[in-house]
């Protein structure tokens, strides 16, 4: 089921069209779409597909061969191609006289079995590939190598590509397109649990429950996604261990690298190494208050940026022999019985999310540029506070303050004056608004005081799905 997508396959479209030399360079983590996506955007024009292999270079060249002259259809019996050379100049010499896309996917497998390809590739495009309007795709899911070894500017590609893609997660409101038949509690929930990679929201089955499908995709050793994020990992990373102990750490309610460095028992600097590979990897996000300048601030706090690996490392990781020992329901009660607070935090991503598909059709009372979480202490009542989501104009005169809730009881007038004296901490801004999010309905008292104000929104998940 292919859903969402559609600004990445209008801007390959938008590429496609201009009939010019292009080369795209598409990456993203595993699992994430990007194979799906190309295959979508191919459907309907002259494609080579080539999807390298974790081999060596002799038997990558002689697929890419024989998957060359099946497309040109040439003789059968043609020996390979001698060189990874031949083959990009008999491509270019085909390239001179019709239109044709050539996509390299899991480019970084071909590249590492021969270290002069990138070499290779970039003197075929600056001596014949430029001069055609072939279309090239190289995608990856290695994204270090990608950023690095294709993007970087050491890269011998480097200034060649004319586009770059990075492919992230479905939104909120993509993936619920996959969770037919569940309510829009439920759709948050799911989520919360399993996240935005489209691979995984495929394995929901709309014929079960919530709780089934938690039990089914986590909560047993043949489970579907029982040991994903440990095998991604074992596949990107060299010390699989120690990087399974910081997401434990952060899963476990570990945000500040101080914090994080004493539950690991590694030295500070050891720490900040491992953080900074797993944020390069968006596995891991270090957000700072709003406000903070990042290049200056010390208040940085770590999360782990995927939902699957968050409600992994924070359920699955520390029970996995417990669920080996046929325990996996007891688990799973234990699981739920924590559940609210855990998606009480996804609540937050869901409320931004749509927050940025209002700005984007400009459905807001102006169109934020800065944005984020703020906490703090609030100089007038000497407290530690927080404010769910700040947005703020480019003027620097207007703001939106936002508070979320997650929880079964009515949420009441006090939400919303909580939220407006701890606004008050913002002095520099003239024009502010409020916006609360509730998984359950307001009270009398809370909308008569939101219709007195004017410049509140309540915002329920109706709402939250309404384009849905």
């Known amino acids: 089921m292919f859903v969402g997508r559609s600004t990445e396959l209008a801007t390959l479209e938008k590429l496609y069209k201009k009939n010019t030399f292009q080369m795209v360079v598409l990456y993203g983590r595993r699992r994430i779409g990007k194979t799906t996506l190309i295959s979508r955007f191919v459907q309907d024009k002259q494609a080579i597909f080539f999807s390298a292999e974790e081999t060596n270079d002799n038997t990558n060249l002689r697929l890419f061969s024989h998957i060359v002259y099946d497309f040109f259809k040439v003789g059968a019996n043609l020996p390979p191609f001698e060189s ?14 019709e239109r044709f896309v050539l996509v390299v996917d899991e480019f970084p497998y071909a590249a590492a079995a021969n270290k002069s390809l990138r070499s290779t590739l970039q003197h075929v495009i600056d001596h014949q590939l430029k001069n055609t309007n072939i279309f090239v795709i190289l995608c990856g899911s290695q994204i270090g190598f990608m950023e690095n070894e294709v993007l970087g500017y050491k890269s011998p590609l480097f200034g060649r590509r004319t586009a770059q893609m990075n ?8 993936a619920a397109e996959m969770m037919h038949g569940f309510s829009y509690e439920e759709k948050v929930k799911l989520y919360s649990c399993i996240g935005g990679t489209p691979h995984y ?23 579907y996604l029982y040991d994903e994020p440990i095998m991604l990992l074992k ?36 720490t900040i190494k491992y953080l900074d590979t797993l944020v390069n990897l968006k596995l891991l996000q270090k957000v700072f208050p709003f406000g903070d300048n990042p290049e200056k601030s010390r208040r940085g706090l770590y999360q782990i940026a995927d939902n699957c690996y968050r409600f992994w490392y924070r359920f699955i990781f520390g029970n996995r022999l417990t669920i080996e020992q046929g325990l996996g329901e007891e688990v799973l009660s234990n699981a739920l019985d924590k559940l609210s607070e855990y998606v009480g935090k996804s609540f937050e991503e869901i409320c931004y999310q749509h927050m940025i598909i209002l700005n984007l059709k400009k459905q807001l009372p102006f169109v934020f540029m800065n944005s984020g979480r703020w906490w703090g202490s609030n100089k007038k009542s000497q407290r530690q506070e927080e404010i769910d989501l700040v947005f703020s104009s480019s003027d620097g005169d207007k703001a939106i303050f936002a508070e979320c809730k997650w929880r079964n009881i009515d949420t009441d007038v006090a939400v919303l004056e909580q939220l407006i004296e701890r606004a008050e901490e913002f002095n520099q801004f003239s024009n502010k608004f409020y916006y609360v999010f509730s998984k359950s309905p307001f009270t009398k008292s809370c909308i008569t005081l939101a219709h007195e104000m004017g410049n509140v929104s309540l915002i329920g998940l109706d709402e939250i799905y309404r384009d849905l």
């Not at 990874?84 to 006289?97: M, V």
């Not at 929901?204 to 489970?223: K, M, P, Q, T, V």
């Open 235 to 270: 596949q990107e990373l060299r010390e699989p261990a120690l990087y399974n102990t910081i997401f434990s750490a952060i899963a476990g309610g570990a945000s500040k690298l101080n914090d994080i460095s004493t539950k690991i028992g590694e030295e500070r600097a050891k």
């Open 167 to 174: 492919i992230k997660a479905l939104n909120y409101l993509d």
């Open 201 to 223: 929201l495929a394995q929901i089955d709309c014929g079960l429950s919530f709780e089934e499908n938690l039990r089914d995709l986590y909560f047993d050793i043949s489970a």
């Open 84 to 97: 990874w050379n031949d083959a990009l100049t008999f491509i270019s010499d085909k390239a001179k006289n």
